[in-house]
């Protein structure tokens, strides 16, 4: 069974960073295996916000985190993070980790709230 586990939300002032981790288990990886963030916001359907394929050769970014938030991976401990700098009050959302395969999610985890005051 597939567990995705989120941790490192909470609340943060404009301007400041948050680092979110994902610990992943009962997961077989490979190439073909997506892994990454989307984020919904109160009232806002679910979007896209960074995932990579395993095998390491892409990683996207949607237009609203480049250059901000970045997306890692530690392949022993099977987490994934994702490093958010300069947060802005519109990033203010609850946070999921997400697992798919060749480039789509199919499952998500339970959330980690992020806020960002103004």
């Known amino acids: 069974q597939v567990r995705l586990v989120e941790s490192g939300g909470g609340l943060v002032r404009a301007g400041g960073s948050l680092r979110l981790s994902c610990a992943a288990s009962?997961?077989?990886?490979?190439?073909?295996?997506?892994m990454g963030w989307s984020r919904q916001a109160p009232g806002k359907e679910r979007e896209f916000v960074s995932a990579f394929n395993w095998s390491g050769q892409t990683t996207k970014y949607a237009d609203f985190v480049k250059g901000r938030f970045t997306i890692s991976r530690d392949n022993a401990k099977s987490t994934v993070y994702l490093q958010m700098n300069s947060l802005k009050p519109e990033d203010t959302a609850v946070y999921y980790c997400a697992v798919g395969i060749l480039g789509s999610f199919n499952t998500w985890g339970q959330g980690t709230q992020v806020t960002v005051s103004s």
């Open positions: 009962g997961l077989t990886f490979s190439r073909f295996t997506t």
